[in-house]
């Protein structure tokens, strides 16, 4: 197939750097509240919250990569949108008991705002009428968003479940109505500057978990066991670093260059973002309490997370790889099963054997991958 040529990539702007670190506050909102309510109710409680604030971040990096941030009136969109992002993501604690507005009204205004902004002034009818698709699917989430914010905290959680779930599909599936659908391979796009923002959002993410990890540290400053612990959550989070920053991402980089529609491609990995956030707040919820309570046995539910977790981000990876380059994604497939086969079993384990079969499993995978990476040749799939 032969390359397409792209526009010159446009590198990653101050202002975008900066719109990213109010998402450094939505993890660890999202992992406090998974933490505080640890039941069924409360990981759904915590997936809605997750899909409405990636949600922001996904819509308005992949808007404004499309309409150009260096354009006054897209920077002044920028940086009302990181306000908005800023109130929600601070609302996520109480969202689901008394105080579901400041939560709700922000990430709506968030969404719906720029969409607005962008049907009416995106280039071309194509994209224009994209946005104005996007809007329709909002004009049917927003309701339920509303109606839950107004209900009992005990039935919240089902309109809000319904809106967060029409939100995911219209995102996965590009917004689609009968007869109508955007039709990519038609449309320029910077999608070297895309990933590159993907690949900085990640960064931000894993450096959250890592300041998890510092937290609890510092309050056990003096437990050998929690400091011998915390350096093994630590060197597991390097591995999950490594499986991606080694040659995943030139692997990405390669395959978006020579694809002849690589927004379908950009597409495919926001949409694995949601799955990637997922599993961090696993991890990093499974971390606190496990190295909050290393000297309990068993690890109990702690030690299924912290597994799990793991197993989430290299699942969500894994069907990017095999959807787009067809390298790499079953090594993580096989990483994955063998974390959710040591799981199971995790929750009658000690905390110190639940981080070692973490390190070990993750360990093993990064070599796997790290030695096909100084062959040059990509793992078999």
């Given amino acids: 197939m032969r390359a397409r040529h792209l526009p010159l990539a446009r590198a990653v702007s101050p202002l975008e750097l900066f719109f990213d670190l109010v998402f450094v506050l939505a993890l660890g909102q999202l992992t406090h509240h998974f933490v505080a309510h640890m039941s069924w109710r409360g990981g759904a409680e915590t997936l809605v919250a997750l899909i409405a604030v990636v949600g922001i971040w996904t819509f308005t990096t992949f808007e404004i990569t499309m309409l150009d941030v260096e354009r006054k009136s897209t920077r002044l969109v920028t940086v ?49 009428g994209h946005f104005l698709r996007v809007l329709l699917w909002f004009a049917v989430s927003t309701p339920l968003w509303l109606i ?12 809000w479940a319904a809106a967060a779930t029409i939100d995911l599909l219209g995102t996965w599936f590009a917004h689609p109505i009968p007869g109508r659908r955007i039709d990519s391979r038609r449309l320029e796009f910077d999608a070297e500057h895309m990933v590159e923002r993907m690949r900085l959002f990640l960064i931000i993410m894993l450096g959250e978990t890592v300041l998890t990890l510092g937290r609890v540290i510092t309050e056990h400053h003096d437990d050998a066991l929690v400091l011998t612990l915390a350096l093994g959550c630590f060197v597991a989070l390097v591995c999950l670093w490594q499986m991606y920053f080694g040659r995943a991402e030139r692997e990405v980089v390669r395959h978006i260059t020579h694809t002849t529609d690589p927004i379908a491609a950009v597409h495919l990995g926001l949409s694995a973002i949601y799955g990637v956030v997922a599993g961090l707040v696993m991890f990093a919820a499974g971390a606190e309490m496990l190295l909050g309570h290393a000297h309990t046995a068993p690890a109990g539910i702690a030690g299924a997370l912290v597994l799990t977790g793991p197993a989430v981000y290299l699942l969500a990876q894994a069907v990017y790889f095999y959807r787009e380059t067809r390298s790499d994604w079953l090594p993580r497939v096989v990483g994955a099963a063998v974390l959710i086969a ?19 499993i993750l360990g093993g995978l990064a070599a796997r991958l790290s030695r096909a990476s100084a062959s040059g040749t990509a793992a078999p799939a």
């Avoid at 839950?148 to 309109?159: I, S």
């Fill in 80 to 128: 009302v949108v990181m306000a908005f992002g800023l109130f929600a993501n601070a609302g996520i604690a109480h969202a689901f008991d008394d105080s579901p507005w400041l939560f709700v009204v922000p990430m709506l205004a968030a969404l719906i705002g720029p969409c607005v902004y962008a049907a009416l002034t995106a280039p071309g009818d194509a994209l224009r």
């Fill in 148 to 159: 839950g914010a107004a209900a009992e905290p005990r039935t919240r959680l089902w309109f």
């Fill in 342 to 360: 040591a799981a199971v079993v995790a929750y009658r384990l000690p905390p110190w054997l639940v981080v070692a079969l973490l390190v070990l």
